[in-house]
């Protein structure tokens, strides 16, 4: 279950499925710059770490480098150091692994989702850390929902592509790129799962929407800290 709460007098979303894992969305309310300031602060965090994000299937372990260029997952397995990604319709996705105490952030749009980008970032946790699809808890974030994301028949094709059990994912031209991930994930064995129910564009009081604000730069994050 999903429930707001507040960091700095800020609201922020979070999962009670992972309450062990310091994590959360950010909303509107959170700085969009000056917010490496605003974590650091809340967090007592020693070190920030966020990738340039390109749409890609690339994910990478967070080491002592800062600068993760074309990467669209981290996998963090250092205690104090904050990951943080940026959103703004695009599918945010949390992973701990408790047994391991391992965590991670992927950005999954249609490209990242076409990708298997969560998929990956299992197998690389795994083959890594050892990290078990049974022990992980996966927490998918606000993103634009079935109700608004129509795509064409190319995406169409990529994405249903993906999953074995197509049931309830696609209606007509509309896909629901949250449940896709989900999907993906539990047909390799995740089972943790918690999906957000908030639209990014229907609930555009809360989050940035790009389809909703015509390609606004502006973007939440997904935060994470073991
Ligand atoms: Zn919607």
Redesign the pocket.
């Given at each position: 279950m999903f429930y707001f709460d507040k960091i700095n007098g800020k609201k922020i979303l979070k999962s009670d499925m992972a309450d062990s894992l310091c994590h959360f969305f950010t909303t509107r309310e959170c700085p969009v710059r000056g917010n490496e300031e605003f974590f650091k602060t809340a967090l007592k965090a020693k070190r920030i770490v966020s990738p340039v994000q390109t749409h890609s299937a690339n994910v990478e372990i967070v080491s002592a480098k800062n600068e993760y260029t074309e990467t669209d997952g981290l996998i963090l397995p250092e205690p104090g150091t904050v990951i943080y990604l940026s959103f703004a319709d695009c599918v945010p996705l949390i992973f701990y692994d408790k047994v391991n105490r391992i965590a991670a952030i992927s950005h999954a749009g249609w490209r990242g989702t076409a990708e298997r980008i969560g998929v990956i970032t299992v197998e690389k946790m795994n083959k890594h850390f050892g990290t078990q699809p049974k022990d992980l808890i996966v927490v998918i974030g606000p993103a634009?929902?079935?109700?608004?994301?129509e795509v064409g028949e190319e995406v169409f094709a990529k994405l249903i592509g993906t999953v074995s059990d197509t049931t309830g994912l696609f209606s007509g031209n509309f896909v629901d790129l949250k449940k896709i991930n989900a999907r993906q994930l539990k047909e390799i064995g995740v089972y943790q799962i918690d999906i957000a129910p908030y639209?990014?564009?229907?609930?555009n009081d809360l989050f940035f929407s790009y389809r909703k604000e015509c390609g606004t730069i502006m973007r939440h994050n997904a935060v994470v800290m073991l």
């Open positions: 634009i929902s079935a109700c608004c994301y639209c990014t564009r229907c609930n």
